[in-house]
DNA sequence: CGGGATATTGAGGGATGTCAAGGTAGGTGG
DNA sequence: CCACCTACCTTGACATCCCTCAATATCCCG
């Protein structure tokens, strides 16, 4: 089915180029230049396979901070991942109950959760003017039968999340409000660390009633806790912006 | 890599079958008796990677209650089917605290995220007397090169898992005790209801104690709550025994 | 039938939610 | 460039849900 690619650079690619720009902003694609190139999702592929998927990045995409770039019940048009900003996930269920499941950064994935219904099951909104880069499904689902490696990467990939949203699950379930902000806390110094950032210094990009959401808790207990952690010496808070003053006390409260 | 399949039903099987002996019986394979048949892995396939998706699962094997399938950090082997009985998934994280990540019945697929990082991430343990079928991952692997659409089935459980354990995170996160367990109990009811057994009238397999551990709260308030909806006629509960009587109640309390 | 595991029920307290009142920052328009 | 305005954050007082601890009851398995 390799005659799809080059159908896509010419016309398709065109086509949909005019319909994504309806939603966002298109811009040039380009993996060589990323500098997220070493964490993406090809990042874990031999070269050739790299170089296969690469090509199937159709286009990237603007996405202004409040912007939606998929809707929950969305029809999966397929993957994204991040070039650049941030972004959260939004639940609301029947009830309309909003519950923020996730936040995701430089590298990572988006729109995983489609896979199963072909439908997004939640809404992602940039936190941040960001940039995506396309991976449409149905060319994902060509070159996985033409690049076995691909498959079994994305299944991996899939299986990452799960046991992710366990430890989400866990901290939920069994966690005290302190304990859950400093497991916060430090799982964003951790991947900010992936990606060559200051494990230690970084600007939160969420609201309180983000984290607050995300956390299952209010945005009052997360501004108290915060404060808490700065009164005593673990961080250095000053609005969006948190300095780790000592990683292994902060450990240790999530420990505990 | 089909030559591999001949070989596994000579002596490899043998050789599998007594290393696993060591663990549990092994029992013979015969998926076209099994009562899960339509609710299984294989039910989304067309008709003949079906067939040949049976002749994959290379056996049985009983666990009996209270005895793990496999231990958390355990050397993936591949995914269980599970035939009959009941299991929960348990996670320790690092400070040593347990919890309940799942439950799983009938024609669920146990293991899942084990595919991630080739450990298994949690310990599954029998709540009853059970049986599994085994479909060992380097087999998985080969037929899933054979048969792409059993490799795009796969990923379409496994984003299943994703969204549904979405809900378990919004659960824990935005939900009163009572609503938690008004969720669980029509959870539970839903997946009987799929299995062909009664929605309204079903046995808790777990105690209060494995029940309040999957929802975040103390066993304690897991039977006041039950109490509560007996008292108000939404259930009727005698021990583990369970009956619905008031669904659209549940359903009430659950959505408010 | 006995004993350990499991479940129920009560009393009390603490963590966190709720409500409320400013305070601060950053963007926008004059 | 300044003033305003909105969104966001902080802090306090109070309420409440649920956890903790404890005593008793019941079930299930050997």
Redesign the pocket.
Known sequence: MAAAVPTLTGRTLALRAAQAGARGEVIARDCSSCGFRRSCLPAGLPAPEQARLESLVYMRRRVKRGEALFQQDDAFRGLYALRAGSFKTVLVDAGGREQVTGFFIGGELLGTGGLASGRYPSRAVALEDSEVCGLPHSLLEELSQELPALQRYLCAVLAREIVRNHGTMMLLGSM?????LAAFLLDLSARYARLGFSPSDFH?R?????I?SYL????????????RFDAEGLIE????HVRIRDMDGLARVRGA
Do not use: C
């Open positions: 005290s409000a302190g304990e859950r939160l969420m609201t309180r009633e983000e607050g299952g808790q209010t945005l009052e207990t997360v501004s108290r806790q915060l404060a808070v000053d609005q969006k």
